[in-house]
Protein backbone atom coordinates (compact mmCIF):
# COMPACT_ATOMS: atom_id res chain seq x y z
CA UNK A 1 0.00 0.00 0.00
CA UNK A 2 1.30 3.49 -0.93
CA UNK A 3 1.70 5.57 1.73
CA UNK A 4 -0.27 8.96 2.43
CA UNK A 5 1.69 11.86 3.43
CA UNK A 6 -1.15 14.49 5.20
CA UNK A 7 -0.42 18.33 6.19
CA UNK A 8 -0.76 16.90 10.02
CA UNK A 9 2.71 15.03 8.75
CA UNK A 10 4.31 18.23 7.57
CA UNK A 11 3.46 19.95 10.70
CA UNK A 12 4.94 17.34 13.22
CA UNK A 13 7.99 17.66 10.28
CA UNK A 14 8.25 21.15 10.70
CA UNK A 15 8.19 21.01 14.32
CA UNK A 16 10.91 18.53 14.60
CA UNK A 17 13.03 20.11 12.31
CA UNK A 18 12.79 23.89 14.03
CA UNK A 19 16.14 25.08 16.10
CA UNK A 20 18.22 22.66 13.26
CA UNK A 21 16.97 23.59 9.87
CA UNK A 22 17.19 27.53 8.32
CA UNK A 23 13.43 29.10 8.56
CA UNK A 24 15.07 30.80 4.99
CA UNK A 25 13.86 34.29 3.73
CA UNK A 26 10.76 34.09 1.16
CA UNK A 27 10.86 37.77 -0.09
CA UNK A 28 9.26 40.28 -3.06
CA UNK A 29 11.64 40.66 -5.69
CA UNK A 30 10.71 44.35 -7.48
CA UNK A 31 12.78 43.96 -10.24
CA UNK A 32 12.44 40.16 -11.23
CA UNK A 33 8.93 41.00 -10.68
CA UNK A 34 8.76 43.77 -13.74
CA UNK A 35 10.93 41.91 -15.59
CA UNK A 36 8.57 38.59 -15.57
CA UNK A 37 5.22 40.55 -15.15
CA UNK A 38 3.94 38.95 -11.89
CA UNK A 39 4.07 39.72 -8.39
CA UNK A 40 7.24 37.28 -7.73
CA UNK A 41 8.04 35.75 -4.41
CA UNK A 42 11.68 34.08 -4.09
CA UNK A 43 12.11 31.52 -1.40
CA UNK A 44 16.37 31.33 -0.87
CA UNK A 45 16.61 27.54 0.02
CA UNK A 46 20.08 28.10 -1.26
CA UNK A 47 20.91 29.88 1.71
CA UNK A 48 20.25 26.93 4.02
CA UNK A 49 23.64 25.74 5.76
CA UNK A 50 24.74 23.11 3.17
CA UNK A 51 22.83 25.63 0.33
CA UNK A 52 20.36 23.54 -0.03
CA UNK A 53 16.33 22.59 0.76
CA UNK A 54 18.05 18.83 1.01
CA UNK A 55 18.56 19.42 4.85
CA UNK A 56 14.84 19.75 5.74
CA UNK A 57 14.17 15.82 4.82
CA UNK A 58 17.36 14.53 6.17
CA UNK A 59 17.06 16.13 9.24
CA UNK A 60 13.77 15.03 10.16
CA UNK A 61 14.49 11.50 8.65
CA UNK A 62 17.52 11.24 10.58
CA UNK A 63 15.90 12.21 13.85
CA UNK A 64 13.30 9.83 13.93
CA UNK A 65 15.61 6.39 12.97
CA UNK A 66 15.98 4.67 16.81
CA UNK A 67 18.87 4.09 18.30
CA UNK A 68 20.03 0.88 16.28
CA UNK A 69 19.64 2.16 13.23
CA UNK A 70 21.79 5.51 14.25
CA UNK A 71 25.01 2.86 15.35
CA UNK A 72 24.62 0.47 12.35
CA UNK A 73 24.62 3.95 10.48
CA UNK A 74 23.00 5.27 6.92
CA UNK A 75 24.00 5.22 3.42
CA UNK A 76 22.40 7.73 0.82
CA UNK A 77 23.04 7.86 -2.73
CA UNK A 78 22.99 11.71 -4.03
CA UNK A 79 24.36 13.93 -7.12
CA UNK A 80 25.02 16.49 -4.40
CA UNK A 81 22.39 17.97 -2.30
CA UNK A 82 20.86 15.33 -0.72
CA UNK A 83 24.38 13.79 0.19
CA UNK A 84 25.93 16.81 2.07
CA UNK A 85 22.30 17.69 3.85
CA UNK A 86 22.35 13.87 5.00
CA UNK A 87 25.95 14.13 5.61
CA UNK A 88 25.58 17.19 8.12
CA UNK A 89 22.87 16.23 9.76
CA UNK A 90 24.39 12.81 10.28
CA UNK A 91 27.62 13.84 12.01
CA UNK A 92 25.14 16.60 14.01
CA UNK A 93 23.38 13.56 15.19
CA UNK A 94 26.15 11.17 15.81
CA UNK A 95 25.32 9.07 13.00
CA UNK A 96 28.32 6.99 10.65
CA UNK A 97 27.56 8.06 6.84
CA UNK A 98 28.40 6.60 3.38
CA UNK A 99 27.56 8.49 0.46
CA UNK A 100 27.67 7.01 -2.77
CA UNK A 101 27.23 10.15 -5.53
CA UNK A 102 27.94 9.63 -9.49
CA UNK A 103 31.22 9.92 -11.17
CA UNK A 104 30.34 12.89 -12.54
CA UNK A 105 29.08 15.01 -9.56
CA UNK A 106 30.74 18.62 -9.62
CA UNK A 107 33.74 18.34 -7.32
CA UNK A 108 32.79 21.21 -4.86
CA UNK A 109 29.22 18.79 -4.06
CA UNK A 110 31.99 15.68 -4.00
CA UNK A 111 34.47 18.03 -1.46
CA UNK A 112 31.43 19.61 0.69
CA UNK A 113 30.10 16.05 1.63
CA UNK A 114 33.47 14.98 2.43
CA UNK A 115 33.79 17.97 5.37
CA UNK A 116 31.15 17.25 6.52
CA UNK A 117 32.37 13.75 7.65
CA UNK A 118 31.18 11.18 5.41
CA UNK A 119 32.48 8.63 3.73
CA UNK A 120 31.99 9.41 -0.04
CA UNK A 121 31.86 6.51 -2.55
CA UNK A 122 31.99 7.48 -6.42
CA UNK A 123 30.05 4.74 -8.41
CA UNK A 124 28.02 4.68 -11.39
CA UNK A 125 27.80 7.44 -14.50
CA UNK A 126 23.66 8.64 -13.66
CA UNK A 127 22.28 9.02 -10.03
CA UNK A 128 20.40 5.25 -10.48
CA UNK A 129 23.44 3.88 -11.14
CA UNK A 130 24.53 5.23 -8.02
CA UNK A 131 21.33 3.86 -6.32
CA UNK A 132 22.22 0.15 -7.08
CA UNK A 133 26.06 0.80 -5.68
CA UNK A 134 24.25 2.11 -2.90
CA UNK A 135 21.64 -0.90 -1.75
CA UNK A 136 24.28 -3.27 -2.36
CA UNK A 137 26.71 -1.72 0.19
CA UNK A 138 23.40 -0.96 2.28
CA UNK A 139 22.67 -5.15 2.00
CA UNK A 140 26.58 -5.99 2.68
CA UNK A 141 27.14 -3.63 5.59
CA UNK A 142 24.16 -3.42 7.15
CA UNK A 143 23.13 0.04 6.74
CA UNK A 144 19.93 2.56 6.45
CA UNK A 145 19.13 3.46 3.10
CA UNK A 146 18.28 6.97 3.05
CA UNK A 147 16.59 7.93 -0.32
CA UNK A 148 16.60 11.17 -1.08
CA UNK A 149 13.55 11.49 -2.76
CA UNK A 150 10.98 8.59 -2.41
CA UNK A 151 10.36 8.27 1.15
CA UNK A 152 7.59 9.63 3.54
CA UNK A 153 9.44 11.55 6.05
CA UNK A 154 12.12 12.84 3.40
CA UNK A 155 9.01 14.39 1.47
CA UNK A 156 7.17 15.86 4.85
CA UNK A 157 10.43 17.60 5.56
CA UNK A 158 10.43 18.88 2.13
CA UNK A 159 6.84 20.18 2.53
CA UNK A 160 7.78 22.58 5.54
CA UNK A 161 9.05 24.73 2.90
CA UNK A 162 5.30 25.56 1.52
CA UNK A 163 4.38 26.01 5.15
CA UNK A 164 6.78 28.71 5.61
CA UNK A 165 5.64 30.42 2.34
CA UNK A 166 2.40 30.80 2.55
CA UNK A 167 2.91 32.07 5.99
CA UNK A 168 4.87 34.96 4.90
CA UNK A 169 2.80 35.39 1.53
CA UNK A 170 -0.63 33.80 1.82
CA UNK A 171 -2.26 35.21 -1.30
CA UNK A 172 0.56 33.30 -3.96
CA UNK A 173 -2.17 31.42 -6.16
CA UNK A 174 1.01 29.34 -7.96
CA UNK A 175 4.39 27.93 -6.79
CA UNK A 176 6.95 27.24 -9.23
CA UNK A 177 9.34 24.10 -8.06
CA UNK A 178 12.18 22.37 -9.22
CA UNK A 179 11.61 18.44 -9.44
CA UNK A 180 13.94 15.76 -10.16
CA UNK A 181 12.49 12.31 -8.07
CA UNK A 182 9.74 14.57 -7.09
CA UNK A 183 10.74 15.20 -2.83
CA UNK A 184 10.36 18.53 -2.97
CA UNK A 185 7.33 19.33 -5.36
CA UNK A 186 5.62 16.22 -3.53
CA UNK A 187 5.60 17.72 0.08
CA UNK A 188 5.28 21.43 -1.30
CA UNK A 189 1.96 20.51 -3.27
CA UNK A 190 0.91 18.05 -0.16
CA UNK A 191 0.87 21.08 2.20
CA UNK A 192 -0.19 24.15 -0.27
CA UNK A 193 -3.31 22.26 -1.78
CA UNK A 194 -4.13 21.38 2.02
CA UNK A 195 -4.04 25.06 3.30
CA UNK A 196 -4.62 26.96 0.08
CA UNK A 197 -7.36 24.41 -1.87
CA UNK A 198 -7.07 27.08 -5.13
CA UNK A 199 -3.45 27.66 -5.31
CA UNK A 200 -1.64 26.22 -8.60
CA UNK A 201 1.65 23.53 -8.47
CA UNK A 202 3.94 23.82 -11.05
CA UNK A 203 6.86 21.69 -11.21
CA UNK A 204 9.86 22.23 -13.72
CA UNK A 205 12.18 19.91 -15.12
CA UNK A 206 15.14 20.34 -17.64
CA UNK A 207 14.36 19.56 -21.27
CA UNK A 208 16.93 17.11 -21.27
CA UNK A 209 15.32 15.00 -18.18
CA UNK A 210 11.43 15.01 -18.75
CA UNK A 211 11.27 11.69 -16.56
CA UNK A 212 7.82 13.22 -14.91
CA UNK A 213 6.19 15.07 -17.39
CA UNK A 214 6.82 12.07 -19.26
CA UNK A 215 5.09 9.64 -16.49
CA UNK A 216 2.53 11.76 -16.39
CA UNK A 217 1.54 11.79 -20.01
CA UNK A 218 1.85 8.17 -20.74
CA UNK A 219 5.11 8.91 -23.49
CA UNK A 220 8.73 7.22 -24.08
CA UNK A 221 10.53 11.16 -24.12
CA UNK A 222 14.27 10.58 -24.02
CA UNK A 223 16.18 11.53 -20.54
CA UNK A 224 19.84 12.33 -20.89
CA UNK A 225 22.70 14.50 -21.84
CA UNK A 226 24.90 17.22 -19.70
CA UNK A 227 22.63 19.88 -18.08
CA UNK A 228 23.21 22.75 -16.13
CA UNK A 229 20.57 21.32 -13.71
CA UNK A 230 22.20 18.23 -12.68
CA UNK A 231 20.56 18.20 -9.28
CA UNK A 232 17.52 17.51 -11.02
CA UNK A 233 18.66 15.51 -13.75
CA UNK A 234 16.62 12.03 -12.87
CA UNK A 235 15.47 9.20 -15.62
CA UNK A 236 12.52 9.05 -13.28
CA UNK A 237 10.07 9.77 -10.49
CA UNK A 238 9.89 7.45 -7.10
CA UNK A 239 6.92 5.23 -6.94
CA UNK A 240 5.35 7.56 -3.73
CA UNK A 241 6.50 11.05 -5.51
CA UNK A 242 4.80 10.21 -8.97
CA UNK A 243 1.39 8.90 -6.86
CA UNK A 244 1.65 12.78 -5.05
CA UNK A 245 2.27 14.71 -8.02
CA UNK A 246 -0.52 12.93 -9.91
CA UNK A 247 -2.49 13.96 -7.03
CA UNK A 248 -1.98 17.46 -5.93
CA UNK A 249 0.45 18.95 -9.05
CA UNK A 250 -1.37 20.53 -11.78
CA UNK A 251 1.32 20.85 -14.54
CA UNK A 252 4.83 19.94 -15.63
CA UNK A 253 7.01 22.62 -17.85
CA UNK A 254 10.12 21.95 -19.33
CA UNK A 255 12.76 24.37 -19.53
CA UNK A 256 15.58 24.65 -21.91
CA UNK A 257 19.29 24.85 -20.61
CA UNK A 258 19.86 28.73 -22.17
CA UNK A 259 17.07 30.22 -20.07
CA UNK A 260 18.89 28.08 -16.68
CA UNK A 261 21.80 29.81 -17.65
CA UNK A 262 20.06 33.20 -17.89
CA UNK A 263 17.98 33.06 -14.82
CA UNK A 264 21.26 31.96 -12.89
CA UNK A 265 22.82 34.95 -14.31
CA UNK A 266 19.53 36.99 -13.45
CA UNK A 267 19.51 35.67 -9.65
CA UNK A 268 23.67 36.67 -8.85
CA UNK A 269 23.66 40.13 -11.36
CA UNK A 270 19.74 41.30 -9.44
CA UNK A 271 19.36 39.91 -6.51
CA UNK A 272 23.01 39.22 -5.36
CA UNK A 273 22.22 35.65 -4.52
CA UNK A 274 23.98 32.10 -6.30
CA UNK A 275 21.75 29.58 -7.06
CA UNK A 276 22.76 26.19 -8.75
CA UNK A 277 21.11 25.14 -12.42
CA UNK A 278 18.66 22.89 -10.46
CA UNK A 279 17.41 25.77 -8.14
CA UNK A 280 17.08 28.08 -10.99
CA UNK A 281 14.88 26.06 -12.63
CA UNK A 282 11.71 27.91 -11.14
CA UNK A 283 12.69 31.39 -12.46
CA UNK A 284 13.99 29.79 -16.13
CA UNK A 285 10.28 28.78 -16.55
CA UNK A 286 8.96 31.96 -16.09
CA UNK A 287 11.22 33.14 -18.64
CA UNK A 288 10.62 30.69 -20.96
CA UNK A 289 6.70 30.53 -21.02
CA UNK A 290 5.64 34.69 -19.48
CA UNK A 291 2.12 34.37 -20.68
CA UNK A 292 1.95 31.77 -18.22
CA UNK A 293 2.44 33.59 -15.36
CA UNK A 294 1.98 37.10 -16.35
CA UNK A 295 -0.28 38.78 -14.12
CA UNK A 296 0.01 36.44 -11.22
CA UNK A 297 1.48 36.11 -7.88
CA UNK A 298 4.25 33.80 -8.05
CA UNK A 299 6.45 32.19 -5.54
CA UNK A 300 9.36 30.56 -6.39
CA UNK A 301 11.80 27.86 -5.00
CA UNK A 302 15.45 28.48 -5.35
CA UNK A 303 16.40 25.10 -4.04
CA UNK A 304 19.76 25.12 -4.21
CA UNK A 305 23.29 27.07 -4.59
CA UNK A 306 26.00 24.66 -4.83
CA UNK A 307 27.37 25.80 -7.59
CA UNK A 308 31.10 24.88 -9.19
CA UNK A 309 32.77 28.65 -9.15
CA UNK A 310 34.30 27.74 -12.75
CA UNK A 311 31.32 26.82 -14.15
CA UNK A 312 29.40 30.07 -12.67
CA UNK A 313 32.66 32.13 -14.01
CA UNK A 314 31.69 30.59 -17.43
CA UNK A 315 28.11 31.55 -17.10
CA UNK A 316 28.50 34.98 -15.93
CA UNK A 317 30.71 35.39 -19.29
CA UNK A 318 28.47 33.57 -21.65
CA UNK A 319 25.73 36.11 -20.50
CA UNK A 320 27.84 39.41 -21.18
CA UNK A 321 28.55 37.66 -24.27
CA UNK A 322 24.33 37.61 -25.55
CA UNK A 323 24.42 41.14 -23.65
CA UNK A 324 27.07 42.42 -26.09
CA UNK A 325 29.44 43.26 -23.30
CA UNK A 326 31.84 40.99 -24.62
CA UNK A 327 32.37 40.34 -28.03
CA UNK A 328 35.45 39.03 -30.60
CA UNK A 329 36.01 40.92 -33.75
CA UNK A 330 38.11 40.48 -37.10
CA UNK A 331 39.89 42.92 -38.57
CA UNK A 332 41.97 42.56 -41.90
CA UNK A 333 44.68 45.20 -41.97
CA UNK A 334 47.83 46.05 -43.92
CA UNK A 335 51.22 44.59 -42.21
CA UNK A 336 52.59 48.01 -41.28
CA UNK A 337 54.01 49.86 -38.43
CA UNK A 338 50.79 51.79 -36.88
CA UNK A 339 47.86 49.93 -37.70
CA UNK A 340 47.21 48.28 -34.26
CA UNK A 341 47.90 51.91 -32.69
CA UNK A 342 45.32 53.54 -35.09
CA UNK A 343 42.88 51.21 -34.27
CA UNK A 344 43.24 50.90 -30.45
CA UNK A 345 43.16 54.92 -30.67
CA UNK A 346 39.49 54.40 -32.37
CA UNK A 347 38.39 51.92 -29.40
CA UNK A 348 39.85 54.58 -27.02
CA UNK A 349 37.85 57.56 -28.70
CA UNK A 350 34.52 55.82 -27.64
CA UNK A 351 35.49 54.43 -24.62
CA UNK A 352 35.56 50.94 -25.21
CA UNK A 353 38.30 48.27 -23.90
CA UNK A 354 41.10 46.02 -25.42
CA UNK A 355 40.60 42.68 -22.95
CA UNK A 356 43.08 40.38 -25.56
CA UNK A 357 44.31 40.81 -29.04
CA UNK A 358 46.01 38.00 -31.21
CA UNK A 359 47.57 39.75 -34.20
CA UNK A 360 47.93 36.78 -37.23
CA UNK A 361 50.39 36.92 -40.04
CA UNK A 362 50.98 33.34 -40.59
CA UNK A 363 47.77 31.09 -40.90
CA UNK A 364 46.03 32.93 -43.01
CA UNK A 365 44.05 33.03 -47.12
CA UNK A 366 45.22 36.91 -47.45
CA UNK A 367 47.43 38.09 -49.55
CA UNK A 368 50.99 38.57 -48.19
CA UNK A 369 50.96 42.07 -46.96
CA UNK A 370 47.48 41.37 -45.30
CA UNK A 371 47.15 40.00 -41.65
CA UNK A 372 43.92 39.22 -39.37
CA UNK A 373 43.76 41.45 -36.01
CA UNK A 374 41.00 39.49 -33.44
CA UNK A 375 40.18 41.68 -30.33
CA UNK A 376 38.30 40.53 -28.01
CA UNK A 377 36.24 43.95 -27.56
CA UNK A 378 34.08 45.20 -23.57
CA UNK A 379 31.65 47.22 -23.98
CA UNK A 380 28.90 48.82 -21.73
CA UNK A 381 26.00 47.49 -24.17
CA UNK A 382 25.15 46.09 -27.62
CA UNK A 383 24.53 49.95 -28.53
CA UNK A 384 27.83 50.80 -27.44
CA UNK A 385 29.15 47.90 -29.73
CA UNK A 386 27.55 49.00 -32.69
CA UNK A 387 28.76 52.23 -31.96
CA UNK A 388 32.28 51.21 -31.92
CA UNK A 389 31.68 48.96 -34.90
CA UNK A 390 30.40 51.71 -37.07
CA UNK A 391 33.67 54.14 -36.41
CA UNK A 392 35.63 51.33 -36.91
CA UNK A 393 34.38 51.16 -40.69
CA UNK A 394 34.41 55.18 -41.49
CA UNK A 395 38.06 54.76 -40.47
CA UNK A 396 38.17 52.57 -43.49
CA UNK A 397 38.81 48.96 -41.45
CA UNK A 398 36.57 45.81 -42.42
CA UNK A 399 35.30 44.56 -39.12
CA UNK A 400 33.57 41.46 -39.02
CA UNK A 401 31.77 39.67 -35.78
CA UNK A 402 32.82 36.36 -35.34
CA UNK A 403 29.97 34.03 -33.55
CA UNK A 404 29.15 35.00 -30.02
Not at 58 to 70: H, M, N, Q, T, Y
Not at 90 to 106: D, E, S
Not at 198 to 204: A, F, K, L, R, T
Not at 342 to 356: G, P, S, Y
Amino acid sequence: MTPTITLADIRQAAAGIAGHVQATPCTRSQTLSQLTGTTLWLKFENLQFTSSFKERGACWKLSRLDAGERRRGIIAMSAGNHAQGVAYHARRLGIPATIVMPRNTPYVKVRYTEEHGARVLLEGRSLEEAGVSAREIAEREHLVFVHPYDDPDIIAGQGTIALEMLATAPDLDCLVVPVGGGGLVSGIAVAARALRPSIEVIGVETALYPALKSALEGDDRTCGGDTLAEGIAVAAPGRLTLALMREHVNEVLLVDEDQLERAVSLLLNVEKTVVEGAGSAGLAALLQYPERFRGRRVGVVLSGGNMDPRLLAAILTRDLVRAGRITRVRIIISDVPGQIARIATAVARLQANFLDLQHQRIFTSLPARDSYLDITLETRDRGHLDEVLRDLRAEGYDVRVLAD
